[in-house]
Structures are given as C-alpha cells and as structure tokens.
C-alpha cells in the first residue's frame, strides 16, 4: 500500500554540510550516518550539562532522583526498545514493502540519539525556566525601548522586531532551542554545530509549525507549540524537504513518523520516574498510589490490571521480609507499568500506522489504548503532589529571580551592541555583562549576523533581525547554563559570594 511519506526519504542521512548526498565520504569509517550522530552527541559537553539540569528536584543532593541526564538516557533506552518492536511487526507482518530490514536499524539509532537530545534545549531549572523567560518577553517586549539609528527614533522592542520575532520569544520553546543549539551552537569544527542528519533532527521537532501557526485548539497535536525559530527557518525547510515530511503541491508539513514514538518514550519516562522520585522523597506515599489507580481495578485482564499488580507486589515483599516492602512494592510495578505502557505505545502505532504514515494522525500514541487512563492517572499524582508541593515552590521563585535578573541585564548589555549607538548607549556595567557572554556564542551571533547582512537589502530589516540575533544570543546563553552554574552566577553577580 502507498503511503505519503515513504522510510526512504524519512530516514535520510543527509545533514546541513552533505545536503545532496546520502552515504559517508570516508571509506574507512564503517558507521553509518545514524551511528555517527549517537557518538557525537554523547561526547558533546551539551549533553554532559544534562547531568547538573532540573528533572524535577532541583540541586538535588540523594543522587538517587533523576536529573535531565539521567531522563534522557531513560527516554533513548524506551525510544529504541519502541523502535525494535516496531520493526519487528512491519517485516514479520509485512505491513510495509517499502521498509527495508536495514532501516530496523537504522530506527533504533535515530530514536536512541533523540532519547539522549530531546531534553537538550531547555534552560536550567525545569520547564519553569521556559516559563519564566516567556513571561519576562511578555512584560519587557512592550516595556524595553531601543533607539533606531535609521530615525533617530525610540521604539518598543515589539515595534523593532517583525510578528515572526516577537511570537518566538513570546513563545520560547525548549524544544525549538534544542534545534538552534546542536544546528548552530554546539560549535564542533565549523558552524554546522553537531552536523546531525535530518533524519534525527526532524524526529526532534516534536511541533512542525512556526510560532506565527501555533493552534492549540486545532486538535492537532503537532500544532501545539512551535518547533523552530525564525533564526532556523531555512534549516527546517531543508530538514523537511530532505526528509520527505512536506508536501509539495500542498505546503502542508507533517509530523515525522518517528516523532510520536520518542513523544511516547518520554511520557513513559517522566509519567513513571516522577512517581518513583516522588515516593522516594516522601511526596507520595503508598495509599497516594493505590487510591488514583483505584478505578483500574475492574480491567479486563487480571494479568494486565495494574491496581492488582501494586497490591501483588506488595504482598511478595511481605512475604520476603523486605524492610521496606511499600518501596519494593513502587519500584517494581513502576518496572511492570512501563513495560504495559510500551506495548500500548507499538500497538497504537501499528493500529494507526497509515494515518501515521499519510500525515493524518493528531494524538499521542496512547489515545485509546489501554495505557491512556494510566499515564493520565500518573501525571496527575505527579501534578498535585509533587508539581505543587513547597520544596518545588520554593525552587520556582529562586528561579524566577534568577532568571530574570539574567535577562535584564543581559538583554540590557546587547541592545545596543554591533550598533552604530554602541558607544553612546553602551554603559560600564553593560560592558561587564557582555563580557561574560561566552566567545562562543558571541561568534555565532557574529557570523549569522555578517551572514544575513550579505544578502539583504534593506536596513530596516538588517537592524531588526540583528536585534533579534543579539537577544537569541542571550538565551541561547541561559539556556546553555546548568543549575549550579545558574545559581553561583547569580550568588556572584549579587555579591553574595
């Protein structure tokens, strides 16, 4: 049967410095393109700052909870245990001629590396940190002004920047970041970043729209958020076309296949860590867990009902004289749960395999399967006892401070710089913050600055996406810190150390 989209083109090894060609020009290096991209992430100091970033529990000192670290590599090992079952059931039932037997492998690897990068572009301190830098552009982007050496005029930073502009920061999207940081930051050898195929770099965008398409109410899960910045507009296009994602007769966009199955990887992943953490750290107790999972108790299969399962475990524990068998009892249905929710995760994708493939598919794998209750279930325990407990609060408003103590001055420093206005504007103090900006993402903000100036024609539009360079240039700064950086930076800046 014909699908839209075709494994062919959606597994393409193709990056930004080997648009056109598809196989490895060094004939002693036996890995393929897939392979390759798995070993640069993991040597990557990007991904070694995973281990100093929030999960959950921030500056946490039992090194028994998850860090983002810890998660991502939770998330790769789910992701790849998805993609061999998945492959299992297309070349055994034949539900695809036009998946090859090397492309199981090739599955596994990309969903490995997404696993380890999924989590890669978001600031320190959690989702909160995103939080916090959008509410800090809903505020300053009408209250900050700039003098324009065109006009010799002040003008709100909102009026500067084009609608493009102004939505991306209203929206800022770890996601989106993460796309930015290892196409164009992770600076390696040139300005490729990473240089990962577009095969990997697609299945990270879990949103193929920009920030001027969001819709959350389309009933589209891919129009939830947006995916990419404008900054990345001409690399998402090539990521795309390259792989097969874009229509070109419609311009419609479609989630690449591999996408909801490193989307279910990580809702396993935190839906089930976060109950665990949770326990361990006496936010949830034991009857906390058995009560919301109540209403599964009536499942069909005996063997599948989760609520008897924690019940069962408990009882073996018992039995064992385990000395904590309420702990044995979590950890091991956490085992057994995960397990459940993989197999819900293949099936759903081999039940929606042609709408998947065709571009027509809305939701995330677990609607209308058996796990969907479930994970529901977790992430609401996870929501209200831990998500909201005080130890979390408190964390949320040092973040807050810290964070926003950050953009302001740090935005404040690059206002004016690369600007004829520079020496005018440019304060001592303001020096000072722009010189602790790393070299390195000063030099990114120079080239793509001296870059988009070659080829464009209007001042007006020079000076405004310039401007929008120099703020992405500080975010992309925060987001690049760990916590305890973060936080010492901070205390430092401060004078409290």
């Keep these: 049967m014909p699908y839209k989209m ?5 597994l393409s090894q193709e990056s930004k410095s080997k648009r056109g060609r598809n196989k490895s020009i060094n004939s002693n290096d036996l890995r393929t393109e897939f392979e390759k991209d798995y070993h640069r992430i993991l040597i990557s100091a990007s991904f070694r700052r995973l281990q100093d970033k929030t999960q959950v529990f921030p500056l946490d000192k039992n090194d028994f909870v998850r860090t983002r670290l810890t998660h991502s590599i939770e998330v790769s090992s789910f992701a790849k245990s998805i993609a061999q079952s998945i492959s299992n059931r297309i070349l055994n039932d034949k539900i695809d001629t036009g998946f090859m037997p090397e492309d199981a492998n090739y599955i596994s690897d990309i969903l490995a590396s997404a696993g380890l990068l999924h989590d890669i572009g978001n600031p320190p301190f959690g989702h909160f940190g995103e939080d916090t830098i959008r509410s800090w552009f809903e505020e300053k982007l009408e209250e900050m002004v700039i003098e324009n050496p065109l006009n010799n005029k002040f003008q709100k930073l909102s009026e500067v920047l084009n609608p493009q502009m102004r939505e991306d920061f209203l929206n800022f999207e770890g996601n989106a970041q993460a796309i ?36 959350k ?31 070109e007769k419609t311009g419609e966009i479609c989630r690449h296949p591999l996408t909801f199955l490193l989307e279910a990887a990580d809702d396993i992943a935190y839906s089930t860590a976060d109950i665990e953490d ?15 999972i109540e ?12 609520h008897k399962k924690l019940l069962y475990y408990k009882e073996r524990a018992i039995e064992k004289n385990y000395e904590k068998p309420e702990m044995y009892a979590v950890q091991r249905w956490i085992i057994f749960v995960q397990g459940s929710m993989i197999n819900s995760a293949v099936y759903s994708f081999i039940k929606n395999y042609k709408s998947i493939m065709n571009g027509t598919y809305k939701y995330d794998l677990f ?9 529901k279930i977790l992430k609401r325990l996870a929501s209200t006892k831990i998500y909201t407990s005080v130890a979390i609060m408190k ?16 935005i404040r420093s690059v206002l004016y710089y690369d600007t004829p206005l520079n ?25 793509y600055s001296a870059k988009f100036e070659k080829n464009c024609d209007s001042e007006e539009e020079l000076f405004s996406y310039k401007l929008y360079l120099r703020m992405l240039l500080v975010t992309d700064y925060i987001c690049g810190m760990t916590d305890t950086y973060a936080k010492t930076l901070y205390q430092e800046l401060i004078g409290i150390e």
């Design 395 to 410: 964390m949320e408003i040092s973040a807050n401070t810290i964070i926003k103590f950050f953009m302001d001055n740090f």
């Design 217 to 247: 109410n389309s009933g589209n899960i891919k129009d939830k958020k947006m995916g990419y910045y404008l900054a990345e507009q001409d690399l998402f296009k090539h990521i795309v076309e390259g792989t097969g994602t874009l229509n």
């Design 180 to 215: 930015r940081l290892v196409a164009k930051l992770h600076f390696l050898i040139d300005e490729n970043g990473m240089n990962l195929t577009y095969a990997l770099l697609n299945t990270l965008i879990k949103y193929p729209v920009s920030s001027l398409h969001i819709n």
């Design 423 to 447: 020496e005018k504007y440019l304060k001592s103090i303001d020096k000072r913050f722009l010189n602790i900006i790393s070299d390195n993402y000063l030099h990114i903000y120079r080239y």
């Design 6 to 10: 075709k494994w062919n083109k959606l």
């Design 295 to 306: 209403p599964l108790k009536n499942e069909e299969n005996p063997n599948l009902c989760s």
């Design 367 to 375: 609607e209308d399967t058996y796990s969907e209750n479930l994970v």
């Design 278 to 292: 949770g326990f361990k750290k006496g936010f949830i107790v034991f009857e906390d867990l058995l009560k919301v």
